[in-house]
């Protein structure tokens, strides 16, 4: 999908997350109030959640957000900053891509 000049600043983002077994679910559910809070925020386009069919361990979040500084703005959030201690050490994996369409 193309938008003529909306897309040169913005910014999406992919997490690929792989929880530790045995703290699935409670990232999960710390994933869940993270999006429904992100989605509120003023630079925030789109923020979705996916966990794998055949993995449920792995999940996919997939942001686009209207600038640069929009990220910023989330990644200093209270609710992300929540997020980010609450889960420390509950992960085997957690890549982040920042990217921009071209």
Do not use: P
Not at 45 to 59: C, K, R, S
């Amino acid at each position: 999908m193309y938008q003529k000049n909306k897309r040169m600043s913005q910014i999406t983002v992919v997490a690929k997350i792989v929880a530790k077994e045995e703290k699935r679910d409670f990232v999960k559910a710390e994933l869940l109030q993270l999006v429904q809070a992100s989605v509120l925020e003023e630079g925030c386009i789109t923020y979705n959640l996916h966990q794998d069919n055949d993995d449920a361990n792995v999940f996919l979040v997939y942001e686009n957000w209207k600038s640069a500084e929009a990220l910023d703005l989330h990644s200093a959030s209270e609710h992300f900053v929540a997020f980010v201690k609450a889960t420390d050490g509950a992960f085997d994996t957690f890549v982040i891509n920042k990217m921009t369409a071209i």
